[in-house]
């Protein structure tokens, strides 16, 4: 009992660093926020840090991680069954852009970070950020196939290239309206996207 009661606390209080570290690099820039400034938000002493993060750069793998798997399981609620028609790829991307910005609608710093910040780190950051682009414009290139082959996506396109190019929309989107959210724009935004993009591989 008191182990698990400790280590309860222990995660709490890396929360509670994490999301300070959180708006403190999203307000200030990773490279510009010390740990004193994480320091003064929380009210604390730099020695606590230590005890939890080895340095600055461990607490923000800490903030990207946490970011990255509450993006992953939100969206991952949009994936739909098998799609058997463009109707349905279209409601599907509506679904997905709208859980997504609702993510960043409900709390702008995430978008700061990861957009502006996260991938700009070092090179390590930036692999880690090329990697969840690439994992996403790979589910997108497996729905586009199984389109073409249930008839309702063009042949001829191409499929990586047309993958890459969509999932790189949103990116574009946030980087202009990230600061500063606007829930109507950014879900005119999404279903301006979703309607282009069917168009272009509409047979």
Known sequence: MVDRQRARRSELVKEEVVDAALAEFSERGYHQTSIAHIAERLGTGHSMFYR???????????????????????LSRTLPGRITSLDEFHDFAVNLGLAYIGLVVDDPRFSRLLLQQGAAVDAKMTAQFCGVFDAGASILAGLLRDGIQSGYVRADIDIEAVADSVAGIPLGILARYGHEPDQ??????????ADLVCRGIAP
């Not at 109507?184 to 996207?193: E, F, S």
């Open 184 to 193: 109507d724009i950014l879900a005119a935004r999404v279903r301006a996207t």
């Open 52 to 74: 939890y993060f080895t340095n600055k750069r461990d607490i923000l793998e800490h903030v990207v991680q946490h970011a990255t798997q509450r993006t992953i399981e939100t």
